[in-house]
């Protein structure tokens, strides 16, 4: 059920109308808009249950919520979500822009990024301490050391830290030092781990899964909404097609989709989605032109040494100028960069 509060309500009464939720057996998700606020009442529906929520001070409407995702849906809020992060703000008129190499691999390598990363006006730094990698015998990334040279790069550049947790079991340390925890595309459905995710106070970028359709992808977002952590954007990063020409297929479609589905804000990932880097500057300036809120894009100061996706990297130089030629497209769309 969506409560729709009157334009305006009083604290007192926001408050009593949760607690009636909660007497009711359901769990309430308060969200706040431009507007109006609403409570997203989540569970088990009775006889009468309308009526009663009705009757409470404050209340102007009661709805029924029809997509299956509840807090995600727009049925909730009309207005996109604007999730800020320290640096990182995703949602509103400026794209968020989170850049930095695939894996951190030595302070020299993070600190050069997030410098240059910074210089030409990224609003987060990217790196995975800890790595999902196809091969065992991969480079698996310096974990914990990892986590650390990105808070020394934090500190260094003021950077926001958007870094990858792979396990439930990591999800406090990683915590510990991230300002975004990046569910990978591997771990979507891991439905313990949004659980858990949905229990911090960390901002979360939820990666879709190369074969999970969009009602999979928003349904996983539920998990870590209903968990009580309202602090998620959405990553299209590529699905698994028949196609070979690039390491995956980037449907920017998702981006308008998305939109008319779910208030969370959207991130795109041409790195991921391309697979090479020559591609990449196109379909970042065409995901910005498509309406996405954010980026995510893979940067390195010499990417033919990266030890993880250094065909699909970056280097400083050509970031800067994907940069430069976003902020034109994003004019041209109603945004900032
Ligand atoms: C990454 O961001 O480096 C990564 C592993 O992404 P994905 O989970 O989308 O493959
Ligand atoms: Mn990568």
Do not use: W
């Not at 400083?316 to 900032?336: I, P, S």
């Amino acid at each position: 059920m969506i409560i729709v509060m009157q334009p305006g309500v009083a604290e007192a009464d926001l408050a009593e109308a949760v607690r009636h939720v909660e007497s009711l057996g359901m769990k309430p998700h308060v969200l706040y808009g431009v507007e109006r606020t609403v409570i997203a009442a989540v569970g088990p529906e009775r006889d009468g249950l309308k009526e009663s929520l009705e009757a409470a001070p404050g209340v102007a409407q009661v709805l029924p919520i029809l997509a299956p995702y509840k807090i995600a849906s727009r049925e909730v809020k009309k207005d996109t979500s604007v999730i800020t992060a320290g640096s990182l703000s995703v949602g509103g008129t400026k794209l968020g822009v989170i850049a930095g190499p695939c894996s951190v691999e030595n302070e020299d390598q993070i600190m050069k990024a997030a410098h240059g990363v910074k210089a030409a006006g990224a609003t987060a730094l990217r790196g995975g301490a800890f790595k999902p990698r196809t091969s065992p015998y991969s480079f698996q990334g310096l974990k914990e050391e990892g986590l650390k040279l990105l808070a020394k790069a934090r500190e260094a550049t003021g950077l926001a830290i958007v870094t990858e947790v792979l396990a439930t079991e990591d999800v406090g340390l990683v915590a510990d030092y991230a300002d975004v925890l990046q569910i990978g595309a591997r771990n979507m459905q891991n439905y313990r781990l949004l659980e858990a995710v949905g229990k911090t106070n960390r901002a979360v970028l939820l990666k879709r899964g190369p074969s999970a359709t969009m009602e999979e992808f928003l349904l996983a977002a539920e998990y870590v909404l209903s968990g009580g952590n309202s602090q998620v954007m959405l990553c299209e990063r590529g699905i698994r097609t028949f196609e070979s020409h690039t390491r995956f297929t980037l449907p920017l479609a998702t981006v308008p989709y998305l939109q008319t589905k779910t208030h969370l804000p959207i991130v795109v990932d041409p790195s991921h989605g391309t697979g090479h880097t020559y591609m990449v500057p196109s379909m970042t300036l065409a995901s910005i032109a498509a309406g996405c809120d954010g980026l995510i894009l893979e940067v390195h100061h010499d990417p033919a040494h990266a030890a993880s996706d250094g065909y699909q990297t970056l280097s400083l130089t050509q970031f800067a100028d994907v940069m430069q030629r976003g902020r034109k497209v994003a004019e041209a769309v109603g945004k900032t960069m």
